[in-house]
């Protein structure tokens, strides 16, 4: 695609205003002058250049927030058992400021989100269905072989712990207290959880999620 300019651009503003936020480029290449560029550097005329996209890279201590329109993206990351905030009644600016402050992947759709300045860990989710935007975010972040079920309160984010059943017993519906003996707290919100049929289609569909990640020991499948 050729692009005239009315006079010296940085590369990040020549490229967002392609629609491509900064932290959705991963190297920037000049095929006139052989090399890689930095963001921060300025247009040269008649350069060539070649955009990537980011590798995907692991993260050593996973954590996210979803934009309020990635509800259902967020209770697959917390089911999947990573730290993931949301809250729909969020504005932009307060999303980016605790992005940074909490040190958080912010999970977006919004193109406006992503070009704050302050977004560098920030990530564009393309996918309208929310199996997808969660398969995005496990290649990205390599952290297919990091998923530990229900480690998160799919409701609040908090941590779950195992409860005595006596403790809980009059929470428990009768039917499923017949069967059931495992059961878990929210140490949050006091949410009460137990593995019933739901978690069994919820397993499933993590599995076929996982089945098209990269792991450590397994390339990218796509
Ligand atoms: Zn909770």
């Given at each position: 695609m050729a692009r005239s300019l009315a006079g010296p651009s940085s590369l990040k503003d020549l490229i967002e205003s392609l629609r491509?936020?900064?932290?959705?480029?991963g190297s920037v290449y000049s095929l006139v002058s052989k090399r890689e560029l930095p963001l921060d550097s300025l247009t040269v005329p008649g350069d060539v250049l070649e955009v990537r996209g980011p590798r995907p890279c692991r993260l050593t201590s996973p954590s996210f927030l979803c934009d309020g329109h990635l509800g259902k993206l967020a209770l697959l990351m917390r089911v999947m058992g990573f730290d993931t905030a949301w809250d729909n009644s969020w504005s932009e600016p307060r999303m980016a400021r605790r992005g940074v402050n909490e040190n958080r992947v912010v999970l977006t759709r919004s193109l406006s989100l992503l070009k704050r300045?302050?977004?560098?860990?920030a990530m564009l989710i393309r996918s309208d269905d929310p199996d997808e935007q969660a398969r995005e975010v496990v290649c990205r972040f390599l952290l297919a072989d990091q998923v530990r079920m229900f480690?998160?309160?799919?409701?609040?984010?908090g941590l779950p712990r195992e409860v005595a059943k006596a403790d809980v017993a009059s929470r428990i519906p009768p039917k499923t207290a017949k069967w059931l003996d495992t059961y878990y707290l929210c140490r949050d919100c006091d949410q009460l959880f137990w593995e019933g049929t739901h978690v069994t289609a919820l397993r499933r569909r993590v599995e076929k999620i996982l089945a098209r990640c990269p792991t450590s020991d397994r390339p990218d499948p796509s």
């Amino acid at each position: 695609m050729a692009r005239s300019l009315a006079g010296p651009s940085s590369l990040k503003d020549l490229i967002e205003s392609l629609r491509v936020p900064h932290c959705e480029v991963g190297s920037v290449y000049s095929l006139v002058s052989k090399r890689e560029l930095p963001l921060d550097s300025l247009t040269v005329p008649g350069d060539v250049l070649e955009v990537r996209g980011p590798r995907p890279c692991r993260l050593t201590s996973p954590s996210f927030l979803c934009d309020g329109h990635l509800g259902k993206l967020a209770l697959l990351m917390r089911v999947m058992g990573f730290d993931t905030a949301w809250d729909n009644s969020w504005s932009e600016p307060r999303m980016a400021r605790r992005g940074v402050n909490e040190n958080r992947v912010v999970l977006t759709r919004s193109l406006s989100l992503l070009k704050r300045s302050t977004m560098d860990n920030a990530m564009l989710i393309r996918s309208d269905d929310p199996d997808e935007q969660a398969r995005e975010v496990v290649c990205r972040f390599l952290l297919a072989d990091q998923v530990r079920m229900f480690g998160r309160c799919s409701k609040c984010n908090g941590l779950p712990r195992e409860v005595a059943k006596a403790d809980v017993a009059s929470r428990i519906p009768p039917k499923t207290a017949k069967w059931l003996d495992t059961y878990y707290l929210c140490r949050d919100c006091d949410q009460l959880f137990w593995e019933g049929t739901h978690v069994t289609a919820l397993r499933r569909r993590v599995e076929k999620i996982l089945a098209r990640c990269p792991t450590s020991d397994r390339p990218d499948p796509s």
